[in-house]
């Protein structure tokens, strides 16, 4: 059992947890601007065909929880819990509306059997969103939603890993401009903001990692994963939506590539990152 | 200025142990400054009249065979002020390092012939110390008889007293000398830590040494009292039979907190305590262990990692607990044995620092799926695991930000770490860094300017206290030397640059070790690993594996294991073996260090100061005459920090003319070699002129450290030195010498320094016997400071005035400069200890620019830009002039830009090719030239543009930093110029010349490469952009080589564009520029 980060294992994934769409996203999701309304139909669509890549296309174990119709946010999984190997960290969102949603996401993660750390600091705020990890270490975006508590319990959470702060000011989460799209390959945006996390990131780190810059931030939210008999497999923005951005995916010629297209949920600021937690249970010791 | 006031010191010493014998505590630095006016008129009387009584001494021992005479000089000089300094302990310490001097000043020859010091110190030490003992005994006899005289004597006059003592000496040494002289020449390899030993014997006194090993056993021995960290470490490293021993130190407990001992310097003036308590550690933790070439080093570090994690200091995640363990116990107990491995086999050890029940059994579960693997596997693997660890080799400093908010400073190989509890909050890679500095409790480090900006900051830390402020910036220092230089760098060149600390890591960097290690030629020695359980490794009769039965035989008295160890259970090679193994490993060593730094650097200084126009030498002499001023005055001297820097310049280009000079030198006899020091001992009494005031606030340790730096290589540049020196001296008439500055520089000084000054001068032999005396300390390990200061008194005594015209005349003015550079090891030793040392700084990239190891690429392309100005302030390079295979330092930088445009015709390739070649030719023209020399490379085979620039001269000022607390009285006026020349050749074929003029090419793809060999490092960058329609790939090659002389650059170059060329068979090269810097330091221009 190889414990540390090496980057061959990097992004293996046996599991998926996603969770359905609550009508009430339409209306009561948290959006940072307003905008065009949800198309529900569209979304519950979208979010069909995401978890059947998950589970159809890739082989993923992918456990489905029920919409919570109270939670309007709920599908968005990725910030209430951090799956490191055989460790998972509850988090405490930083939308108060949202805190609830950790709860049946706990006992989900302990069926899985996994090492569950919670959050239980009243000062502390995370969302998952705000978290990379690269595989080597972690970056935790300080933003709205994630405070410095919040990263040193995460910090505390995964000892091995070195947690750097990374400041986050113009967008909802970290990720909302970047995700890894590789080992060491960190696809990157193009704002100014974007550019300017990336500077810090790569101050911070002791490593150097290679970057995918697209035109278009949001997406370089993407879904990379290591799939026994498939490889590289990278779920990013149809072209449909990021032609540019596409063009950049499509240069990577080592990767299985599959468009996905997201356009509802990014009205209320969800990425492709945000609707799954990908987990990778090791059967074999 | 640390210096100045050890030399005061000592001289006040002298003085006062003349006049009123014995009690005398030693003075702080302080006081001895206060002192200063008062001792230094006694000693200038007094030196007159030594000159006979010292010539005496000296003629005799030349008579005789001179390895004879050292061997016996040696052991005289120590025991004449050795009576009251060991009774007085610290305040006589500075008096029996002048009188060893004398002997370590005959010492460089003896060691040159032996050329490899540490082997044979190594294979004959058994022998040797017997030997030596037996001198004890002998010499013991002579101290008491020496008191006596002594005391009686020094009372009346201060300074016959002086005279007469030594040469009471002398006559008792006489006849114990030829009866030492028999012994010696039996095993005239004796190296210098024999000799030191010896010293070190005759006190008899010593100090009972406890170490606490890796695996929980102690190891204990007597250390002599004077004996330095590197005698101490290298039993340790004996007795645990370690050969990649650069990893690790010694630790020691100071107040609150621990710290490393300094191998070059002695021990007892840094640890204040009795006893003498040290932990063998981890210092620098190998970023990839797997390239460690023995198991055994490995098994230390698993030792100390499992001690890490165990305490918490390394924190892992609980899964990776639970795997460590699980290798440790593959390691220790083999495979897992259901039978014999019951339920709680495991609750003895001890994996982590809150073990629970959960983890043991994880712990289990796991070291039954490593079935099969073997201790030194399981090892590996314990290490592959533990090394990606974000806390792996990151050492801790606790601190406040400049809000005061407390955060911690993690200083590791890849630069400095700065946490928030456990959050990263910033980084600082090595390459970033400008400077590293402290000040008080004040820790500095200046930042390179960000993309953007274009002004450098400054980022403070404040630290508890100014220690831990000293040991944080110590670490810094020792870390980006140890990780990302070539090799250790030189100390600092001038005091006035830096008030404060000259500390400078002296040890082996890591591509050093690396290189060493992979000379290492011995079967796998065997070792037993010994349990980590967690229940008292002692008690419980766990394996001690580490009596080292060789030690016990040899030096070994000393050595005993205590602990409840099973005595037969450490089996190491026997020492035969072992050693047999070593002097391979040593050797290569030697030669690294040798050849490269220690000859060239020395030599250049030479060199130079040959070179040097009439007004240096007036300036020398105004400032040799100064020197009586500033002993009176201690008015600091600018002037002197030029002569530092010379004397520390790394090689510079050596004239042809200046060849000549050499070798002359050369040919002449062995005996002069010792006076040829003259020249750098100048330098360095002028430099304490300047010192002096500025020595209490700075320490500057600075000729120490660059000793220590070359310490093995400083017996051939020695030996070089001492041949110029006799060339100078020698013969001759100043006439002679007129065709180098340096002859007339003697001449002009010998009157003024004989006069007056006379005492300043002292011991010109003891200077240049002194930095041989120095670096063979360092080898020797035993308290080099002390010989050094030794020498520096009896050289005053002992020269006579004039006696031997020329050679008297050079004794003087190396005089001066050894009691000044002995002074300042001394005073910054001591400063050192005491902390008194409020300011330290260090500049990274001075050297960093050639001799760094380069990793990082986007560093690296700033410091394109950026080398050219580092160089010229500070980086000297010698590529070109250098006609001994020895003299080239270390790096060489040429930079070989290819721009290679795609879509050119193959005919051009090849014109470019037979450019190429061309080019080749002409780098090697260009190295023939001096540095400043403009050369023009016309190339007319083909139309390329060729391009020399001028080597821009960057004269630097120093700007001296008086810390304003009460040190205002020291003013700097010195402006030390350096001078560095750049060459740029830049050959071009025309078309990139069209190309270039209209870029506006849309960028499309931009990366950069890097990769490393053993002497290159080749920068990739390729950019892809479109011009008009047509897409054009530029490859930027980027290839720094860098190495000893011995490389051939002009073949590295070649073959870096042959491999451009191969690599891109599609392209063409249109460009390469060679890049050659090259820094002289040369006051008169």
């Not at chain 2, 670096?775 to 050094?788: C, I, N």
């Not at chain 2, 009691?819 to 008194?836: A, D, I, K, Q, V």
Request: aromatic fraction near 4%.
């Amino acid at each position: 059992m190889a414990a540390l980060g090496h980057l061959s294992t990097f992004g293996r994934v046996t599991h998926a947890v996603v969770r359905g769409l609550p009508e009430s996203l339409c209306q009561h999701a948290l959006r940072r601007h307003k905008g065009d309304e949800v198309d529900f139909a569209r979304a519950e669509r979208e979010h069909q065909l995401y978890v059947g890549v998950l589970k159809n296309k890739l082989g993923l174990q992918v456990v489905e929880l029920p919409a919570d119709e109270s939670l309007p946010d709920c599908v968005f999984v990725e910030d209430v819990a951090v799956v490191c190997e055989e460790t998972a960290l509850l988090t405490r969102p930083g939308a108060v509306s949202r805190r609830k949603e950790v709860d049946m996401m706990k006992g989900t993660l302990e069926n899985l059997q996994l090492n569950i750390v919670e959050m239980t600091d009243e000062n502390a705020t995370l969302d998952g969103g705000d978290v990379l990890f690269t595989g080597r270490e972690f970056f935790v975006g300080l933003s709205k939603r994630t405070n410095q508590r919040g990263a040193e319990i995460l910090a505390d959470t995964f000892k091995d890993y070195a947690v750097s702060t990374v400041p986050v000011s113009d967008t909802l989460h970290l990720k909302s401009f970047c995700s890894m799209a590789g080992p060491n390959l960190i696809a990157i945006g193009s704002s100014e903001p974007a550019q300017k996390a990336l500077k810090i990131m790569q101050q911070m780190s002791d490593h150097r990692y290679d970057k995918l810059t697209v035109p278009d931030d949001v997406a370089a939210n993407c879904v990379y994963l290591n799939i026994p008999n498939k490889g590289h497999v990278l779920l990013h923005r149809a072209p449909e939506e990021y032609p540019e951005s596409a063009k950049v995916f499509e240069k990577l010629k080592d990767h299985m590539l599959i468009p996905v297209t997201n356009t509802e949920l990014e009205k209320v600021d969800g990425l492709l990152t945000c609707s799954s937690i990908l987990i990778n249970k090791k059967v074999d010791l | 200025m640390t210096t100045e006031v050890g030399s005061e010191s000592e001289v006040n010493k002298q003085a006062e142990q003349i006049g009123s014998g014995a009690a005398q505590e030693k003075p702080d630095e302080e006081a001895s400054e206060s002192q200063q006016n008062a001792s230094l008129e006694p000693e200038e009387e007094k030196r007159p009249v030594s000159p006979t009584a010292s010539k005496s001494p000296r003629s005799q021992k030349k008579e005789k065979d001179p390895s004879e005479s050292r061997g016996i000089s040696r052991f005289i000089p120590p025991w004449l002020k050795k009576q009251k300094s060991y009774s007085l302990v610290e305040a006589k310490d500075g008096v029996e390092r002048k009188e060893p001097t004398e002997a370590v000043v005959e010492e460089p020859i003896v060691e040159k012939d032996e050329s490899l010091p540490e082997e044979g110190r190594v294979a004959k030490g058994d022998a040797e110390e017997i030997l030596e003992r037996k001198r004890q005994d002998v010499k013991v006899d002579e101290k008491d008889e020496k008191h006596s005289v002594s005391s009686a004597e020094t009372q009346p006059a201060k300074e016959d007293s002086k005279e007469i003592e030594v040469a009471k000496v002398e006559g008792i040494q006489e006849d114990k000398r030829e009866g030492e002289t028999a012994k010696r020449e039996t095993k005239e390899v004796q190296t210098a830590e024999l000799k030191a030993a010896q010293k070190v014997s005759k006190k008899l006194k010593t100090v009972p040494c406890k170490v606490m090993l890796l695996d929980g056993t102690e190891y204990s021995c007597d250390l002599e009292k004077r004996a330095t960290g590197q005698v101490l470490f290298d039993k340790v490293c004996e007795q645990l039979n370690l050969l990649e021993k650069d990893y690790f130190g010694l630790l020691f407990q100071e107040n609150d907190q621990k710290s490393w001992l300094d191998p070059s310097k002695e021990i007892k003036k840094q640890v204040r305590n009795l006893p003498w308590i040290f932990t063998f550690n981890v210092k620098f933790y190998p970023p990839d262990p797997s390239q460690l070439t023995e198991d055994i080093t490995r098994y230390f570090l698993c030792l100390q990692l499992r001690q890490d994690i165990a305490s918490g200091r390394l924190p892992c995640s609980f899964v990776t607990h639970a795997l460590l363990g699980s290798y440790t116990l593959q390691a220790e107990l083999g495979d897992y044995d259901p039978e014999e491995h019951s339920s709680d086999y495991i609750s003895e050890f001890q994996f982590a620092p809150n073990q629970t029940k959960e983890m043991e059994e994880k712990v289990v579960e796991l070291h039954k799926t490593h079935r099969g693997l073997s201790p030194a596997q399981a090892d590996s693997q314990f290490l592959e695991n533990a090394k990606r660890l974000s806390m792996y080799g990151v050492d801790l400093h606790h601190a406040k930000d400049s809000e005061g908010v407390d955060i911690k400073l993690g200083v590791c190989a890849n630069g400095l770490l700065i946490y928030k509890d456990r959050l990263r909050i910033n980084r600082f890679a090595w390459p970033k860094i400008l400077k590293i500095s402290y000040k008080r409790s004040n820790f500095y480090i200046k930042v390179r300017p960000a993309e953007l900006e274009q002004f450098e900051s400054t980022i403070g830390f404040k630290l508890p206290n100014h220690r831990a402020a000293k040991r944080l910036w110590k670490v810094c220092v020792e870390h980006h030397t140890f990780y990302r230089l070539v090799s250790p760098e030189q100390p600092p060149k001038a005091k006035f640059l830096t008030l404060g600390s000259k500390f400078r890591y002296s040890g082996r960097t890591q591509a050093q070790t690396r290189q060493a290690s992979t000379l290492i030629d011995r079967p796998a020695p065997y070792f037993e690993r010994t349990s980590s359980k967690r229940v008292s490794r002692s008690l419980d009769g766990a394996p001690i594996g580490v009596v080292d039965q060789k030690e016990i035989s040899g030096p070994a008295g000393d050595v005993s294991v205590y602990g409840p160890g099973v005595a037969g259970q450490g089996i190491f090679q026997d020492g035969d073996g072992k050693r047999e193994v070593r002097s391979p490993t040593k050797t290569p060593q030697l030669q690294f260090t040798t050849e490269g730094k220690a000859g060239t650097e020395e030599e250049e200084t030479h060199l130079e100061d040959l070179d040097k126009t009439q007004d240096d030498i007036l300036k020398h002499q105004a400032s040799i005459s100064e020197l009586k001023r500033h002993f009176m005055e201690s008015t600091p001297e600018p002037r002197p920090n030029e002569w530092e820097k010379r004397r520390i310049t790394p090689l510079s280009q050596q004239t042809q003319g200046r060849k000549d000079h050499l070798f002359k030198m050369d040919i002449l006899p062995v005996k002069e070699k010792q006076q040829i020091p003259a020249v750098l001992i100048v330098e360095e009494k002028v430099q304490e002129t300047d010192k002096s005031l500025e020595e209490e606030i700075t320490s500057s340790l600075f000729s120490k450290e660059g000793f220590s730096a070359n310490t093995k290589a400083t017996f051939t540049s020695t030996s070089i030195r001492t041949a110029e020196g006799s060339v100078v001296n020698y013969s001759v008439p100043s006439e002679m010498l007129s065709s180098s500055p340096f002859s007339q520089l003697f001449e002009k000084r010998a009157p003024t320094a004989e006069g007056p000054c006379s005492g300043a001068n002292d011991a010109v032999k003891s200077s240049h016997e002194t930095l041989n005396v120095v670096e063979v300390k360092k080898q020797a390990e035993v308290g080099k400071e002390e010989r050094v200061i030794t020498e520096g008194v009896n050289g005053r005594d002992k020269v006579p005035p004039g006696s031997d015209s020329g050679e008297t005349r050079k004794v003087e003015p190396l005089t001066h400069k050894d009691s000044p550079s002995l002074s300042s090891e001394n005073s910054s030793s001591s400063s050192s200890e005491s902390e008194e040392e409020d300011v330290g700084e260090y500049r990274p990239h001075h050297r960093v620019t050639e001799g760094t190891i380069r990793e990082e690429q986007e560093e690296n392309e700033e410091e394109v830009e950026e080398e050219k100005e580092e160089q010229a302030s500070k980086v000297v390079q010698c590529m070109e002039a250098v006609p001994e295979a020895s003299s080239v330092k270390q790096i060489t930088v040429e930079t070989v830009q290819e721009n290679v445009v795609s879509q050119k015709s193959s005919g051009e390739k090849s014109l470019k090719e037979g450019d190429k070649q061309d080019i080749r030719e002409e780098t090697e023209e260009e190295q023939h030239k001096v540095n400043g020399e403009v050369s023009h490379v016309d190339i007319d085979v083909l139309p390329e543009i060729i391009c020399c620039s001028e080597p821009p001269v960057v004269k630097t000022e120093m700007v001296t930093i008086s810390d304003a607390s009460q040190r205002t009285e020291i003013s700097t006026k010195e402006v030390p110029i350096v001078q560095t020349e750049t060459k740029t050749i830049t050959y071009e074929s025309p078309q990139i010349d069209g190309g270039a003029g209209g870029d506006a090419g849309t960028l499309l793809t931009a990366q950069t490469i890097t990769s490393e060999s053993v002497s290159t490092t080749t920068t990739t960058h390729i950019t892809k952009t479109v011009k008009g329609g047509v897409s054009e790939t530029r490859i930027e090659k980027r290839i720094v080589i860098t190495g000893d002389a011995d490389i051939d650059h002009d073949q590295a170059l070649a073959q870096a564009i042959k491999e451009a060329k191969e690599q891109h068979p599609d392209m063409s090269v249109t460009r390469v520029v060679v890049h050659k810097e090259t820094g002289v330091e040369e006051e008169e221009e």
